[in-house]
């Protein structure tokens, strides 16, 4: 059976991009919106999410521009003690099923059609039965799908595993029943860090710990993320040396070394360069209880878990005696060419904001409700990468700092970042009154050092570009 459909936008994923951007449409315009998942609940990958997942950025800026998700609160135990609040998984799922439930579909210009899987062509069939929908889609389609984020307990590992071998996701951890002599985390990245902080804390000795880590990482200081005033002088002072970092350093590693000295960026071992950036943001209490944890495997990515030994590209070894391994490879980040945001009746939701992806979806559905013309529409969203190397860390900033710049030239658009809770910083900045003398001073800094940082990251760009291609 098909079944037709109106709308104005159909929009692919109700995830927390899918989310963010359905919400400013629905403020912004009088639009119908169609949204059709996979999944059985709005909120996307959190559906699958391991039991002792967090944010790892406060939640004062997380999830739809429309709902506040902090409640305000400082965390005053565990390793983010002192730092805005961040939501667990089971809160980010309920925020976003109370949206639904009591925002979006009251509002009775949203569709939603879960356990559905969109196919092409504005159709997509239901995952339950043999009813397909044919959507006659007024304005556009959405595709908030791209960011294709992949999560332990879905993922299938790259590498080969014996049958005798003790595996598990991440997801299974706190099943386990007794402990093990040894633990071999796999992953470097944000979901390694959470599986081996969650093994500390739950007493199991560091030295029992093996974290197989193919690349080290630059880590962001999370204590540099607080969207609150209180926090001004350590999030807005972190921009201020990140600017004169990039304005006077005269190489990428002396920008890195000034960066790590300025505490804009950290990194588990100091005498180990880091080739990987994806963006994972920590306290420095979990950084503390990371670096307790000696056996780092610097053997590249693991090729096969064999019955008696582990082959890395780079090597192998032994299995331990009581090995139990757990999988956290999978990447949040799924590196794809970029396409432009607005093209041809389709919009791509991508990052224009270095890795908000909620705020860019939101800056992008503002744009969509505001500008009609597809060339000015790109020209306000410029695609900033997707971060993975550690020099993207300038790729990024590079984007960043130019969309900055664009939006701050387009009438009404600096008013809407003040505005828009899922921006966090420009309303902080804005804020400060002539009589604050610091606070002042640490803005102009900023301002101080723009020019000199614009020219100089254009020659690190234009390094890292040739590099590439040598
Ligand atoms: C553990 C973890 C912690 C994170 N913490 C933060 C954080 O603190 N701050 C932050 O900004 N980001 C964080 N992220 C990044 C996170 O990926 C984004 O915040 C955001 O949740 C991504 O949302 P999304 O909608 O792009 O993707 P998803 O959540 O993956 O949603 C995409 C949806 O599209 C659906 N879909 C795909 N294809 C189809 C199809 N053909 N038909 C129908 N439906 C389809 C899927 O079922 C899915 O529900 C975190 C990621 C992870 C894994």
Redesign the pocket.
Known sequence: MTIQLETDYLI????????AFADVLLTETDATITI????HKP?????D??PF?T???PSAF?GVSSKELSKGRTAKIGLNKGLGE?ATGDEVMSYFGDLMRDHFLPSGRVQYFPM????ADHQ?RSLLSDTTYQVNVAKKLVD??????S?PSTHTPSYKIAESANFIPLNDLPKLEHGHQNYFVIGGG??GI?AVVWLLENAVDPDKISWVMPRDAWLINRKNTQPSDEFFHTTIGAQAVQMEALAQAESIDDLFDRLETGGVLMRIDESVKPQMFHGA?ISELELEELRKVKNIVRMGRIKEIGDTEIEFEQGSMPVPTDTIFIDCSAT?VTLKPHVPVFHQGTIT?QTVRS????FSAALIAHIEASYDDETKQNALCTVIPLPNHDTDWILCTAGQMFNQFVWTQEPGLKEWLIDNRLDGFTALMNNVDESEVEKRQIIGRIRGSAEAAMANVQRFVAEIHSQAES
Not at 116 to 119: A, T
Not at 144 to 149: D, E, I, L, Q
Not at 355 to 358: D, L
Request: aromatic share 18%.
């Open positions: 692919i994923g109700a995830g927390a991009v899918g989310l059709v998942d996979k999944h909120g996307g990958h959190w559906n999410a391991y997942v944010l790892h950025q997380y961040l559905c899987e969109y196919q997509f908030a799908t791209y960011f294709g984020t999560v944000k979901t959470d943001t949040a939701v890795f908000q992806p909620v």
